[in-house]
């Protein structure tokens, strides 16, 4: 329906960003620069892939990460600005 459409447009998507560089890369995860094309904001963007998260039972630590960075005030830990996926990798 038209609603869900709208909705899923609202929705933050890999396509919003536009990848910088890799600045780190590991089993589980690569971390990228990217810049918000709507804005020209530029922040680090995690990706991890669902395939390598699910085979290591690894889930709850991507939404402890997640509650921790979003809920968090301190100076030290870098504040969540959007958490998302599609059919492969988290965001």
Not at 13 to 21: A, G, I, L, P, T
Not at 61 to 79: C, D, G, M, V
Request: charged residues 25%; hydrophobic residues 40%; aromatic residues 10%.
């Amino acid at each position: 329906s038209e609603i869900i459409a709208e909705l899923q447009e609202l929705q933050p998507s890999v396509k919003d960003f536009e990848v910088r560089s890799v600045v780190g890369c590991g089993h589980f995860a690569e971390v990228q620069v990217v810049r918000e094309k709507a804005t020209g904001d530029v922040y680090a963007m995690k990706v991890m892939k669902k395939k390598a998260l699910l085979a290591q039972e690894q889930v709850s630590y991507f939404e402890e990460e997640q509650n921790i960075l979003s809920r968090s005030t301190s100076p030290w830990i870098p504040q969540l600005q959007y958490a998302f996926q599609d059919k492969n990798n988290l965001y």
